[in-house]
């Protein structure tokens, strides 16, 4: 008898069977990949959060504000020695009154109305106030401790004392040139500005930003008290 020919049929695949392991319930294999991605999704995500938070932070801090340390005794009474305060710089316009951070690392005077170099710049930064911007006449009087700014005596309860020092810089009055501004330290007397050839009128191009915000006001060595108030500075 001859044999029939059996056909040779490919065997059938089934899904593959996730099996319990011992004393396991079957439904808790099952689910066993799907924390697993459920756990991986969830890590993305708070990677993916840090990274666009430091990128944030990092934009913020370079472009929009910066945090600043006082250095020196040249805006007494308003801010001290290790006062650290908050400059604001994006699309920042100098005003007059501002208190500034400003590049002082090139420093310009004016012969016969026109803006020249000025002797040896001190190559730091500085915070100083505002006095005049660009158009405006100013006139020190150190003779009398009066400084006048279009012809108005300027009223200043932020100084320390009558500004009775110059540096001669300048032959006053003069006209503040278009795109610069002429700042003074509140502690008139002892405070390198606008006043001396080192500083002289500033870009406002160096004009780096403006403080306005103090949150930590430096400490009384012998009260423990702090000299300055935290908040909005003016």
């Known amino acids: 008898m001859e044999e029939a020919e ?4 490919p065997e059938e695949t089934t899904p593959e069977e996730t099996v319990p392991e011992a004393g396991q319930d079957p439904g808790e294999a099952e689910n066993k990949p799907k924390k697993k991605r459920h756990l991986f999704n969830d890590f993305m995500e708070i990677l993916e959060t840090m990274v666009i938070s430091v ?21 007494v009474p308003t801010l001290h020695d290790t006062d650290r305060l908050v400059m604001f710089r ?15 690392y090139a420093s310009h005077v004016l012969d016969g109305g026109e803006v020249v170099p000025g002797g040896d710049s001190l190559n730091e930064c500085l915070i100083k106030r505002v006095i005049a911007v ?10 009398h401790g009066k400084v006048y700014v279009d012809g108005v005596l300027l009223d200043e309860p932020y100084i320390a004392e009558a500004t009775v020092t ?17 700042v003074m330290g509140d502690n008139r007397n002892h405070s390198t500005d606008s006043r001396s ?21 430096a400490e009384d060595t012998i009260t423990g008290a702090p000299k300055g108030n935290i908040g909005f500075i003016k």
């Open 166 to 182: 110059d540096d001669g810089a300048f032959d006053y009055p003069i006209i503040i040139p278009e795109g610069y501004v002429f």
């Open 90 to 104: 994006l699309c920042y316009t100098p005003q007059q009154g501002d208190i500034v951070v400003v590049s002082s």
């Open 197 to 217: 050839r080192n500083v002289g009128l500033v870009k406002n191009e160096d004009v780096l930003g403006r403080a306005f915000f103090r949150y930590h006001a």
């Open 134 to 143: 660009g158009g405006q006449k100013l006139e020190v009087d150190a003779a």
């Open 55 to 75: 990128f944030v932070i990092l934009m913020l801090f370079t472009y929009i504000i910066r945090p600043v340390t006082v250095d020196g005794r040249s805006m």
């Open 6 to 9: 059996q056909e040779l049929l």
